[in-house]
Each structure stands twice: as structure tokens, then as C-alpha cells.
């Protein structure tokens, strides 16, 4: 199983931006999904989480700006950023909790990071 994380970029403030991470290989099904973001010198957080069905959660300091939603159909999972400020600027990851079988458990998964920079 392997996670693609794409659409990272350079942007300048007020900008937007839309990150994709799509999910391949022996997948029986995906549980929740998230995002999340690594400023340099700063721990990981979450940004971001959307569940099997349609519940998210996001951290304060994004809500009413991103935007997570999921094409179960693609494997795929969004992150629609707008109003970007230059604090978003990190690596983002996406993670997912995948079964591989209807006899395993959900393992979790990473994908590589994704470089965003909001700056003028």
C-alpha cells in the first residue's frame, strides 16, 4: 500500500492551494483519513481529519480556511486550502488507516510530505 501526496507548491498570502493524497495497491478498505504538517522546528500536527463517512475535524487554527473531503471511489483524499498565511508554510503528510483484507486490522499508513510555502 503506498500514499501519494501531491499539489504542494508556493503561493503568496490570500492564495489557495489543493493537495491530493491518493491511496494504491491491496486495499480492502480505508478508515480515516488526515493531514497533517511539519514546520521547520516545530513537531508534526494534525491539520485535518475525515472519517470512513463524511465527519471532519480540524485544528483552530485552519477552520473556516481548509476544506478535507475524500473520493472513496479514487482512494483519494483533499485538502482545499484558502486564505493561506505564511504560519501554514510546512511539510504536509497524509496518513490513512487501511485494512488490506476483510481478515486484517487497520494498519496505519504515511505518505511522503508535501512542501507548501506561503510567502510574499
Known amino acids: 500500500v503506498q500514499l501519494q501526496a501531491s499539489g504542494g507548491g508556493s503561493v503568496q498570502p490570500g492564495g489557495s492551494l489543493r493537495l491530493s493524497c491518493a491511496a494504491s495497491?491491496?486495499?480492502?478498505?480505508?478508515?480515516?483519513m488526515g493531514w497533517y504538517r511539519q514546520a521547520p522546528g516545530k513537531q508534526r500536527e494534525l491539520v485535518a481529519r475525515i472519517s470512513s463517512g463524511t465527519g471532519t475535524n480540524y485544528v483552530d487554527s485552519v477552520k473556516g480556511r481548509f476544506t478535507v473531503s475524500r473520493d472513496n471511489a479514487k482512494n483519494t483524499m483533499y485538502l482545499q486550502m484558502n486564505s493561506l498565511k505564511p504560519e501554514d508554510t510546512a511539510v504536509y503528510y497524509c496518513?490513512?488507516?487501511?485494512?488490506?483484507?476483510?481478515?486484517?486490522?487497520?494498519?496505519?499508513?504515511w505518505g511522503q510530505g508535501t512542501l507548501v510555502t506561503v510567502s510574499s
Open positions: 496518513n490513512a488507516l487501511i485494512r488490506v483484507s476483510v481478515l486484517s486490522g487497520s494498519y496505519e499508513y
Open positions: 495497491g491491496r486495499i480492502f478498505s480505508i478508515n480515516a
